[in-house]
């Protein structure tokens, strides 16, 4: 170790949770997304959210603005959440780390007026075999016939605002998705009941378009993560990057660009790493580590920016030579001071895994 290095590249430091939002078509993955993300602009301090490649980081303060309250963050040391920013199963099941799920938390998106449709199931069974803890965001409550809704207000707030019709009406469509959670062998209730969430699903009410219950949904993930995985967040800050490719894309000035996400270590742009490819392992050397500039500073320029290393866990654009080969779902180590083959052996056993967990599930 040299002293170059920053004071903090030994010490084991705690990354921020990944997570997932998956659920049936239209049930409002996309809008929660928008909603967490929007919440979180408004709230932070500007540069506060950051925005990753495929990827939102909300640090924790941003969250304990929004959760209004609900969150003290001196009761926290995880550094907030990051949320993958393409939802569906889809990119679940296609992002994996170590043959596990890329997303170490999930929120499955469920319609109230829907209940459990096809896509539903599935999402739950993927969830279920990778052992994906998880809660349930019981969406869509402000189209309750009769909902008086309040901006972004905690759900039991909003609840006590309702009539009784429309709060009995409101618990009836929530009893009916615990009902379907508990014949899927899920024992499930209103998250302000649950104590064991590691036994217990959480279903929170929320609003994607009015964005009530979203403090609620911050604040259970926050806790879920701080409480059950803890000890899986823990990193070697210095350590060497590893990570899955999100998309393999042409990106102009840059040639062909992995958009990774790290979940472990560190990535620095005189790195060597090694990518999975559909035949042998692609060995190369990063020219660039990207980030999305800022909107407000896009002139005529890139849209993105240099930076000289990235810890995880971020999502990140590698440009480098010879990545044309590079595939989706792979996995991407960075090699460091270690040997290259040993490194290629590794890539090469993820992707086996890979395959055999493909075939198991097609
Ligand atoms: P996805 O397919 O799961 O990503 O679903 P979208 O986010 O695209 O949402 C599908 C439709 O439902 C869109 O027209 C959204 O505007 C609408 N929608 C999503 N969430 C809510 C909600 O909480 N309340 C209401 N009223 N509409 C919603």
Excluded at 2 to 25: F, K, N, Q, W, Y
Excluded at 191 to 200: G, H, K, L, P, T
Excluded at 220 to 229: A, E, K
Excluded at 251 to 261: A, H, N, Q, R, Y
Aim: charge should be negative.
């Amino acid at each position: 170790m040299s002293d170059t290095e920053p004071p903090e590249s030994t010490a084991a430091s705690l990354r921020t949770p990944i997570v997932a939002v998956l659920g049936h078509v239209d049930h409002g993955k996309t809008s929660l997304l928008d909603k967490v993300r929007g919440s979180a602009v408004i709230e932070g301090e500007a540069g506060a959210i950051t925005q990753h490649i495929g990827a939102t980081a909300v640090p924790l303060d941003v969250i304990s603005q929004i959760a209004g309250g609900l969150v003290d963050p001196d009761d926290f040391d995880l550094p907030g959440l990051l949320f993958i920013d393409t939802p569906g199963h889809h990119s679940f099941t296609t992002l994996r780390s170590r043959g596990g799920a890329l997303a170490d938390i999930a929120i499955l998106v469920v319609d109230v007026n829907d209940g459990f449709q096809p896509q539903t199931e599935e999402a739950i069974e993927i969830l279920a075999q990778s052992q994906t803890p998880f809660i349930v965001a019981a969406n869509k409550v402000d189209t309750v016939p009769g909902w008086n809704p309040e901006e972004n207000a905690p759900i039991k707030q909003s609840l006590d605002r309702q009539s009784d019709r429309v709060r009995g009406d409101v618990d009836e469509r929530l009893y009916e998705i615990i009902g379907q959670l508990s014949d899927k062998g899920f024992s499930a209730d209103m998250y302000w009941r649950v104590q064991d969430f590691q036994n217990n699903v959480g279903v929170v009410p929320v609003s994607a378009m009015t964005g009530e219950g979203v403090p609620d949904l911050l604040t259970v993930m926050m806790g879920l993560s701080q409480r059950y995985m803890k000890e899986e967040m823990a990193i070697d800050v210095a350590g060497p990057g590893v990570g899955t490719v999100l998309e393999v894309k042409e990106e102009k000035g840059f040639g062909t660009t992995i958009d990774v996400v790290l979940y472990d270590g560190v990535v620095r742009e005189d790195d060597t790493i090694v990518v999975g490819s559909s035949g042998e392992p692609i060995v190369t050397d990063v020219r660039a580590l990207l980030k999305p500039r800022p909107l407000a500073e896009i002139r005529t320029e890139s849209r993105f920016e240099k930076v000289d290393q990235l810890k995880a866990a971020s999502g990140i654009k590698i440009a480098a030579p010879e990545l044309d080969r590079a595939m989706a779902g792979a996995p991407v180590r960075v090699v460091r001071d270690r040997e290259i083959d040993e490194v290629v052996a590794e890539v090469q056993d993820e992707l086996a895994d890979i395959a055999v967990d493909a075939e198991e599930q097609g």
